[in-house]
């Protein structure tokens, strides 16, 4: 029996969400994009928690290890907060677009960007420099990456079409404002 070539499309699990599913393998770049002024401030905060108690428990009991020896340490555990509150931005924003936490801001952002896109003709997700079967590969082992982060951090980083999400939706919106565009020339003609 011969190999088929083209690749197998699995689809995506649906978890069962109170909020709706935006994307279940949003890019890295959307998931920065929408993140929220308090994602950052969070981040930011659970960031300085490392130095700060480094910092902390050298004032309480000094560890004596002479000149230049508490520098690097610093710098180690201010590198370590920094990962530490990118990721935890990261994790934030994902919970939105897999409708775990929240998300009605997310929704009506999606909603505006991809309909949008289809009104100028772009691909929804954008044009992807990879073969569709290592889309597909891609789409496969970072679809809900982030559940596991803590474990392995994993990012989309390749533009593909499978998110899990009816995108009919988007032009179906598209094609109501074009409607509504059309109908408001006529009238004020």
């Given at each position: ?111 505006r960007e991809m309909v949008d896109k289809v009104k100028k003709g772009e691909p929804l997700y954008g044009a992807s420099q990879v073969s569709p ?57």
């Amino acid at each position: 029996m011969a190999a088929d070539n083209k690749s197998a499309v699995i689809p995506p699990k649906q978890a069962r969400t109170d909020y709706p599913l935006i994307d279940s393998d949003p890019h890295v770049r959307r998931v920065f994009g929408y993140a929220r002024p308090s994602d950052y401030a969070v981040a930011a905060g659970m960031g300085a928690v490392s130095p700060l108690a480094f910092w902390v428990m050298e004032r309480v009991s000094p560890s004596h290890v002479g000149r230049g020896g508490f520098a690097p340490v610093m710098r180690l555990a201010t590198a370590i907060g920094l990962i530490g509150g990118v990721q935890i931005l990261y994790q934030r924003s994902c919970n939105r677009f897999y409708g775990f936490t929240e998300n009605r801001r997310e929704v009506e952002m999606d909603m505006r960007e991809m309909v949008d896109k289809v009104k100028k003709g772009e691909p929804l997700y954008g044009a992807s420099q990879v073969s569709p079967y290592l889309q597909g590969v891609a789409a496969q082992n970072s679809r809900y990456s982030q559940l596991w982060s803590h474990v392995i951090p994993w990012f989309n980083i390749v533009n593909h079409d499978r998110h899990g999400v009816d995108t009919a939706k988007y032009y179906q919106q598209a094609e109501r404002e074009l409607e509504a565009e059309r109908a408001s020339k006529l009238g004020s003609s």
